[in-house]
């Protein structure tokens, strides 16, 4: 089989050809390229199942402040208000929420989390894996193949751009993490390959331009929400896909549109905190009280 995979064209092709799964197919060239098994593979991915796993409960059970102050509640306030009123969209919304919002906090108060792809959109592909897992009881194998699929989404787009939004903007980050997710989740659902892989194009083509501008220069505003957000959007492009609703530009260009919006966004939005919300009056109180404190 050919492992040099770097389109989501190629990917597709190879699926056809072979008549195996996107994560066959990655299992399959991790085991090559690194020359190990793919048992070896897969029980990797399953340490990084669990330690999605341990962040989500120990974010869920604990309110303690970033060390900014900035954040740090948000999901004790949200645990809180669905106690008392479930959410509109029910059950496994207010999992996939709470979920995002207890990873990322766990994140800012520097325990441990798994980057995928980066620490600032830590929370959105174990949100959509753990929640679907639970609510449709996977088992270990069947969350091992969505973080599988999930990877593959990101790894493809990453031989074009950076994973970071000092480079291509929060698009590369929370944005690549929607496009992981609805491919995880259309995974779990029992979509083909073609679903798969139209998902990601369509969670990630709706969110091109998307800003990096962090106030106070932290991953905290509006880092820490925004997964939540951004994970609901991953489920959005899940039920379009399986619906065979299909992106009418191909993922591969979603992608090269991408990498030209991250170059033409003004180095002011791409992490520098020297534009959007890292500049209204507020963003700059913040800012200067922080100072203050240090």
Do not use: W
């Not at 659902?189 to 331009?209: F, R, S, V, Y």
């Amino acid at each position: 089989m050919e492992y040099s995979i770097n389109t989501f064209e190629k990917l597709l092709k190879t699926c056809t050809d072979t008549g195996k799964n996107i994560y066959e197919i990655m299992q399959e060239k991790e085991a090559y390229d690194f020359e190990i098994t793919v048992e070896s593979v897969r029980n990797k991915v399953y340490q990084n199942i669990l330690a999605m796993k341990s962040a989500i409960q120990n974010g869920l059970n604990s309110n303690e402040k970033s060390y900014s102050g900035l954040c740090g509640d948000d999901c004790e306030k949200l645990k809180t208000k669905y106690y008392k009123k479930k959410a509109i969209f029910g059950h496994v919304f207010e999992k996939i929420t709470l979920y995002a919002l207890a990873t990322m906090e766990e994140n800012l108060r520097m325990n441990k989390i798994v980057a995928c792809p980066t620490a600032g959109s830590c929370g959105i592909v174990p949100a959509v894996i753990i929640s679907l897992s639970e609510e449709y009881h996977l088992n270990k194998e069947d969350e091992i193949n969505a973080l599988i699929t999930a990877g593959t989404i990101g790894y493809i787009i990453s031989t074009k751009v950076a994973m970071a939004g000092a480079v291509a903007g929060c698009q590369a980050e929370c944005g690549v993490a929607s496009a992981m997710s609805a491919a995880a989740a259309v995974q779990i659902m029992g979509g083909t390959p073609k679903q798969i892989i139209n998902a990601a194009a369509l969670a990630l083509k709706n969110l091109l331009g998307l800003t990096c501008d962090p106030v106070a220069g932290l991953v905290e505003i509006p880092c820490v929400k925004r997964n939540s957000f951004l994970a609901i959007h991953a489920i959005t492009a899940a039920e379009i896909s399986l619906a065979d609703i299909e992106t009418k530009i191909p993922p591969d260009e979603v992608v090269d549109a991408m990498v030209q919006t991250g170059q033409l966004m003004s180095p002011l939005l791409k992490e520098t905190s020297q534009g959007g919300l890292a500049t209204t009056k507020c963003g700059i109180l913040i800012k200067e009280t922080l100072k203050s404190k240090t």
